[in-house]
């Protein structure tokens, strides 16, 4: 039975590896909002990201001769650490769920337990931003984050700009913004504003930058964690290996391991253009 059954794992690992992989993706939320490197297949354990500051064209008379602009970029080099995942299947369990709820569920539980790693590793860059707002054991503000803003615009950050707070410290925001929108006295699009921050995951477009709510970001001992503002050129992860998957079998056991494996390492790389915001995310009464 022991070896069918690790026959039988064998033959599923590509359904379970598409089915991690899809979840991985889908569910991580800071994957796309940076700058990333694949460095698979290239030998060494850090590369290097460029620090490219902002440039302006100047005036010119027509025969005067035209102007250099050095272009000498500093770069920060990211170093990967290893990433791991052990889910034992025993033999029973197989039996009892079936090969395709076994995907299924694998799957998902790799994919996702991936996915909240690498975001954990993205919000821990959080603290790194030279710029910083809000103060330990106070609630964030609605005004908080437009101060962050308001930092990058004048900072010339290029790219979009994106937010990521706790959900408690979410939960600050939105109670903030509901009871000044959502009285049923205001106009149609300030009521209107008061329903989208109430989307699930996204508290809504705040003075100019696309804010989400993520567990992903840790409070600390006092119940205070760093949110954030950023551009994507702000934060650098070096990915040499995001997922891989391979089985451990224990026949005295009659249990499979089934390995999820990640390499990669993250970092502010241009810390200029993130704006750390720091409030207490301690749990509502």
């Given amino acids: 039975m022991g070896i069918n059954f690790s026959s039988m794992l064998t033959e599923l690992e590509p359904e379970i590896r598409v089915e991690a992989q899809y979840v991985l993706y889908r569910q991580s939320l800071f994957l796309p909002l940076i700058m990333s490197k694949n460095t698979s297949g290239i030998p060494g354990l850090t590369t290097t990201f460029p620090k490219l500051g902002n440039m302006i064209a100047a005036d010119v008379a027509e025969t005067d001769e035209t102007p250099e602009t050095e272009l000498n970029p500093d770069d920060e080099e990211i170093r990967v650490s290893e990433k791991e995942l052990n889910v034992p299947i025993t033999d029973m369990g197989l039996e009892a769920v079936g090969p395709d709820?076994?995907?299924?569920?694998?799957?998902?539980?790799?994919?996702?337990?991936?996915?909240?790693?690498?975001?954990?590793?993205?919000?821990?860059?959080?603290?790194?931003?030279?710029?910083k707002f809000g103060t330990a054991g106070n609630a964030l503000t609605p005004g908080t984050p437009a101060k962050a803003v308001t930092y990058l615009v004048t900072q010339e950050a290029p790219g979009t700009m994106f937010g990521a707070l706790h959900p408690y410290q979410a939960l600050d925001i939105k109670e903030s913004l509901t009871n000044l929108y959502g009285e049923g006295t205001k106009t149609p699009p300030s009521e209107m504003k008061a329903n989208e921050i109430l989307y699930q995951y996204y508290i809504g477009s705040l003075s100019g930058a696309n804010f989400l709510e993520t567990a992903a970001i840790l409070p600390d001992a006092n119940a205070d964690a760093y949110g954030a503002v950023w551009t994507p050129r702000a934060i650098g992860a070096n990915i040499k290996k995001l997922f891989e998957l391979e089985y451990e079998r224990s026949g005295k056991k009659r249990v499979t391991h089934i390995l999820a494996h990640g390499m990669w390492g993250a970092k502010a790389i241009n810390p200029l253009w993130g704006v750390g915001m720091f409030g207490d995310c301690s749990e509502p009464v």
Wanted: charged residues 30%; proline residues 0%.
């Fill in 101 to 131: 709820e076994l995907i299924k569920m694998v799957g998902e539980l790799l994919g996702a337990g991936m996915a909240r790693k690498f975001d954990r590793d993205i919000a821990a860059t959080f603290s790194q931003f030279t710029k």
